[in-house]
């Protein structure tokens, strides 16, 4: 069975008036500059300089004092204010995704320190929204064991997500939850401001992304921004990394041996009480990734991230017609590709294509009963997915995104038996009675099998 999937979605999002404008994959940072005396400071030089590029926005405190930067792509900055006749004021933060850091500096004289209190970055405790959630930042995803290195386990940390798994949906390759007491197939997946859902129905990614390609992920399990639209289950918002000015690259392997497990528990093919302690599952994983800034360019960078695992898995045959040892072929690549344009400091491009590919001969995990060998068939699921974003400030308050997404599964479904043809003829039970019995008759079963049955 073959089904293809395409779909093109355009989105625009605009955020205007005294909120902070932001996106799920932006953010915020506004706040109040005032002196000892609590009246407001006008005219400070505001700067913030991005830690992994050569980013950098400025602005300018208002009569009251206020003054708001919006659209700013994750990560760490360097914030500074400059005030003739004040101390200078310079501090890292760290932006979270889809979120407002609120800042409060009350800037002294020259030679007194300088108060502030920021709320809303990374590590703090928010008080400002009323949604519900855990930010993962980089060394939690990077740190964190995961099954098979599916990103799509991360949400399980909290334990709001409960693990649901259909077997319909065991062939989708990544990990299936419940948020809240809700359906399976509700939780929404943002990915880079741009819907990351699998529209076949099914509660996924669409195309996933490498575990080494994410930079945050944020789980929300209640109250949601309107940003992130409309959904009775969680909101899982990913953004991808990016390159910086430095060129950098990372390498990961793994490789666990079929019968490691056993030999060290000791079991042998004389001793095991069951298949499964002796069963193969040897795994090998490799991971790679590369970035930096485009030769002979300062606003144009590239990240660059792929992954592959192969696995033999055994399962152990219980049916008596055909015990035994059936083993499972599993292969699964996926990458992704992302530059990044700074058209000038208010407008920001970016252009991210990735792929999710997979195939297994075994899906069910355990094979018995009419699961049997001789009734294999090979799964194959290949989705691609490119999206074009371009963030524009108009106004430190009015922030404009444009998302234009295109995403292609072929096959989105697609299952080949290994034999074509009927491979058992079970065998029905008959209720037999002797030749004399009055209303007998006899039937003829193939290979000439002869049984009575009464009428």
């Known amino acids: 069975m073959i089904r293809c999937f395409r779909r093109f979605a355009l989105a625009l999002l605009v955020a205007a008036g005294n909120a902070s404008a932001q996106a799920p994959d932006t953010a915020t940072l506004k706040g109040q500059i005032i002196d000892q005396s609590r009246a407001a400071i006008a005219g400070a030089d505001i700067t913030l300089k991005s830690a992994l590029t050569t980013y950098q926005r400025n602005a300018y405190s208002d009569s009251l004092g206020t003054f708001s930067v919006s659209g700013l792509p994750i990560g760490t900055y360097t914030f500074t204010i400059h005030k003739d006749g004040f101390s200078d004021l310079s501090r890292d933060l760290t932006l979270v995704a889809g979120t407002t850091a609120d800042i409060k500096i009350q800037l002294n004289i020259s030679a007194v320190q300088t108060q502030i209190q920021v709320t809303g970055t990374a590590g703090e405790v928010r008080s400002d929204e009323p949604q519900l959630g855990d930010r993962l930042g980089l060394v939690q995803v990077e740190e964190t064991p995961l099954l098979n290195r599916r990103i799509t386990y991360l949400p399980l940390l909290n334990a709001a997500n409960r693990p649901a798994l259909n077997q319909g949906d065991a062939f989708m390759n990544q990990n299936l939850f419940t948020t809240n007491g809700s359906g399976r197939r509700q939780t929404a997946f943002v990915i880079d401001g741009s819907s990351g859902n699998d529209s076949w129905g099914r509660q996924t990614i669409f195309t996933n992304v490498p575990q080494v390609a994410v930079q945050e992920m944020t789980v929300l399990e209640n109250a949601f921004s309107a940003e992130y639209g409309a959904t009775t289950g969680g909101v899982i918002n990913i953004v991808t990394k990016t390159g910086g000015d430095q060129y950098h690259g990372d390498l990961l392997g793994l490789w666990r041996p079929s019968d490691t497990a056993a030999k060290l528990s000791g079991f042998t093919s004389t001793n095991v009480t069951s298949g499964n302690q002796v069963t193969t599952d040897s795994l090998g994983q490799f991971g790679a990734s590369f970035s930096g800034p485009i030769p002979n360019t300062e606003r144009t960078h590239f990240f660059f991230a792929g992954e592959y695992s192969r696995q033999n898995r055994g399962s152990p045959v219980t049916a008596a017609v055909a015990p035994g040892v059936f083993v499972g072929h599993y292969a699964g690549w996926m990458t992704l590709l992302k530059l990044d344009h700074e058209i000038n400091p208010d407008n920001n491009l970016f252009f991210r294509a990735n792929t999710d590919s997979f195939h297994d001969t075994n899906p ?83 290979r000439a099998h002869h049984n009575r049955r009464c009428s």
């Open 364 to 446: 069910n995990g355990a094979v018995g009963a009419s699961n049997l060998a001789s009734v294999d068939r090979i799964f194959r699921r290949r989705t691609y997915s490119t999206e074009l974003g371009e963030t524009s400030i108009l106004l430190p308050r009015l922030l404009n995104t444009v998302r234009a997404q295109f995403q292609l599964g072929s096959p989105i479904t697609q299952f080949d038996p290994v034999v074509f043809g009927t491979q058992f003829i079970v065998p029905i039970a008959t209720l037999t009675c002797p030749a004399t019995t009055p209303g007998c008759s006899t039937i003829h079963l193939p």
